[in-house]
């Protein structure tokens, strides 16, 4: 596991067979104003351009701090770190709060991913602030057209490539032959992402974070992102825990926190589709 203090941001992650699972761009930049392109960045306050922020926010552009005084961990694990970022100069002229951003990054016993944040209100004035929050997390993947994403059937979302506009997914897995935008809403706390060439399945839980966002930018956008290779849409996909339709508010002293954990199951629940029998298997991982 590697996790860079720009951007509080994870950009490796291995199985026991040192496997990379997640995507991280050949043509990646490691300083500002570019955020890392791959990995898992920490979009707050902001998702896309849902608010009048930066893209995506603030903090996958900050350099963050390692946490002194971590609050006490959520996992038994002995491999975690923790970071913090707090408000500097240039954010509040933009975003004029005072607050703490919490991050732990753990790997479990058996190799989970296991990532919480904590926001805190730490104004002053006694004014609340409100926010929207992702791990927009990039999984490395064999070929996006082998792929598919279960879970998400008949959940309203928000197509971002059509305005915003709300549909509803008609298809029992989310598959991938062009350009894909997406918020899913209200989605349950478990989604999984079926890469069949590789046999590799990753199960995504989530807390305090409804929503879902599903993102590959296909050709056409792949070649007019200077950080991000022409090719390289064909192995990757963005699949990530947010908190989006329904922004979080706090009041000065107040706190939120959010946790999402990816797991990768066993190759063998990789084969066709999930059927109840299999599903009631990974919920009991």
């Known amino acids: 596991m590697l996790v860079y203090l720009y951007g509080g941001q994870v950009t490796s992650w291995k199985n026991n067979s040192g496997e990379q699972q997640l995507f991280l761009s050949k043509k990646a930049s490691f300083k500002p104003p570019k955020a890392i392109r791959g990995g898992i960045q920490i979009c707050f306050p902001q998702l896309g351009n849902h608010g009048v922020l930066e893209q995506h926010g603030f903090a996958r552009n900050?350099?963050?701090?390692?946490?002194?005084?971590?609050?006490?961990?959520?996992?038994?694990?002995?491999?975690?770190?923790?970071?913090?970022?707090?408000?500097?100069?240039?954010?509040?002229?933009?975003?004029?709060?005072?607050?703490?951003?919490r991050?732990?990054?753990?790997?479990?016993?058996?190799?989970?991913?296991?990532?919480?944040?904590?926001?805190?209100?730490?104004?002053?004035?006694?004014?609340?602030?409100?926010?929207?929050?992702?791990?927009?997390?990039y999984f490395s993947v064999s070929d996006i057209s082998e792929v598919r994403v279960e879970g998400l059937d008949t959940l309203d979302y928000h197509d971002n490539l059509q305005s915003k506009i709300r549909c509803t997914e008609q298809g029992d897995a989310v598959v991938f032959e062009s350009e894909v935008d997406r918020i899913y809403l209200s989605a349950p706390p478990k989604i999984v992402t079926i890469d069949h060439e590789k046999k590799r399945t990753f199960v995504l839980r989530k807390k305090e974070l409804p929503d879902v966002v599903v993102w590959n930018p296909w050709d056409r956008k792949a070649k007019a992102m200077p950080d991000f290779g022409a090719e390289e849409y064909k192995c990757m996909l963005c699949v990530g825990a947010a908190r989006i339709e329904k922004p979080i508010t706090l009041r000065p002293g107040e706190e939120w926190q959010g946790r999402q954990e990816i797991s990768p199951v066993p190759s063998s629940y990789s084969s066709g589709l999930l059927d109840p029998e299999m599903i009631q298997q990974m919920q009991r991982i």
């Open 62 to 101: 900050r350099l963050w701090s390692v946490d002194e005084s971590p609050p006490l961990p959520d996992t038994t694990s002995d491999c975690h770190i923790d970071l913090i970022l707090k408000q500097s100069e240039e954010d509040m002229k933009t975003w004029p709060h005072s607050y703490e951003l």
């Open 103 to 137: 991050l732990q990054v753990a790997l479990s016993p058996r190799g989970d991913l296991i990532l919480t944040s904590r926001i805190k209100n730490k104004n002053a004035d006694g004014k609340p602030f409100q926010f929207t929050f992702a791990f927009h997390t």
